[in-house]
């Protein structure tokens, strides 16, 4: 079996350079998300200490990148836990599943090429969900948040978070300068869908950069 699978149609390429990053592709794709891997740190840590995995526990990231946050996950459910991570670029998928091959190997983990708004899992399967620096990348966010609560057990959580700008020390990188408004949009349609809002989260990530997260539990 491979480490990585891709489920659901072929999709149309995303466009511009911001690509580089919600769709890598090629050489491009490749450099992109080894720098998603470097400067991704600070971000994954923030997004599951808000998650607050339990060990054993099934853990569900969307858009998971060079895989860095599926590992880091991984660590915090342990042995005994399971979790998956999709991602709309088959490249994307290909770097997570070597990251984590070794868990891919155990059944401890699987990666999908799949689009958050068509998630290839039944429903109820998981216990939380994160993702991190992917919101702005998901072509239909209302319908990603109603594939998400489907496949969360009733009042399970999910933690959105996302690079934002220091208001002090304000700063244009990776996308930074949207963050607060990607975090608005993000609550605005959980409220709408009536999941429950649990806290907001503002952390620091370096001398310019925050990362801001909102947890939410899914309607029951």
Same mark, same amino acid.
């Given at each position: 079996?491979?480490?990585?699978?891709?489920?659901?149609?072929?999709?149309?390429? +995303?466009?511009?350079?911001? +690509?580089?990053? @919600?769709?890598?592709?090629?050489?491009?794709?490749?450099?992109?998300?080894?720098?998603?891997? /470097?400067?991704? #740190?600070? $971000?994954?840590?923030?997004?599951?200490?808000? /998650?607050?995995?339990?060990? #054993?526990?099934?853990?569900?990231?969307?858009?998971? #990148? !060079?895989?860095?946050? =599926?590992?880091?996950?991984?660590?915090?459910?342990?042995?005994?836990?399971?979790?998956?991570?999709?991602?709309?670029?088959?490249?994307?998928?290909?770097?997570?599943?070597?990251?984590?091959?070794?868990?891919?190997? $155990?059944?401890?983990?699987?990666?999908?090429?799949?689009?958050?708004?068509? /998630?290839?899992?039944?429903?109820?399967?998981?216990?939380?969900?994160?993702?991190?620096?992917?919101? $702005?990348? %998901?072509?239909?966010?209302?319908?990603? /948040?109603?594939?998400?609560?489907? &496949?969360?057990?009733?009042? @399970?959580?999910?933690? =959105?978070? $996302?690079?934002?700008?220091?208001?002090?020390? !304000?700063?244009?990188?990776?996308?930074?300068?949207?963050?607060?408004?990607?975090?608005?949009?993000?609550?605005?349609?959980?409220?709408?869908?009536? %999941?429950?809002?649990?806290?907001?989260? +503002?952390?620091?990530?370096?001398?310019?950069?925050?990362?801001?997260?909102? &947890?939410?539990?899914?309607?029951?």
């Amino acid at each position: 079996m491979p480490a990585s699978m891709t489920a659901g149609a072929e999709r149309d390429p +995303c466009k511009g350079l911001g +690509c580089m990053f @919600g769709d890598p592709r090629g050489l491009l794709g490749a450099a992109a998300l080894a720098a998603m891997a /470097l400067k991704n #740190g600070g $971000q994954n840590k923030a997004a599951l200490d808000a /998650l607050d995995p339990k060990p #054993g526990e099934s853990v569900l990231e969307i858009g998971c #990148g !060079p895989g860095m946050g =599926v590992r880091a996950a991984l660590k915090r459910v342990g042995r005994a836990g399971f979790v998956a991570g999709v991602d709309q670029s088959a490249t994307a998928a290909h770097f997570a599943a070597h990251a984590v091959h070794d868990a891919v190997r $155990q059944g401890r983990a699987v990666i999908m090429r799949a689009d958050a708004a068509d /998630l290839p899992f039944r429903e109820h399967l998981f216990d939380r969900a994160f993702a991190v620096n992917s919101f $702005q990348f %998901w072509p239909d966010p209302a319908r990603a /948040l109603r594939e998400i609560a489907r &496949v969360l057990a009733p009042g @399970g959580r999910l933690v =959105v978070t $996302q690079r934002a700008s220091s208001l002090d020390n !304000p700063t244009t990188f990776a996308g930074a300068a949207a963050g607060m408004e990607r975090i608005a949009q993000a609550g605005a349609l959980l409220k709408t869908q009536g %999941w429950r809002m649990i806290d907001e989260r +503002c952390v620091p990530d370096g001398a310019r950069l925050l990362a801001v997260s909102i &947890v939410a539990e899914a309607p029951r």
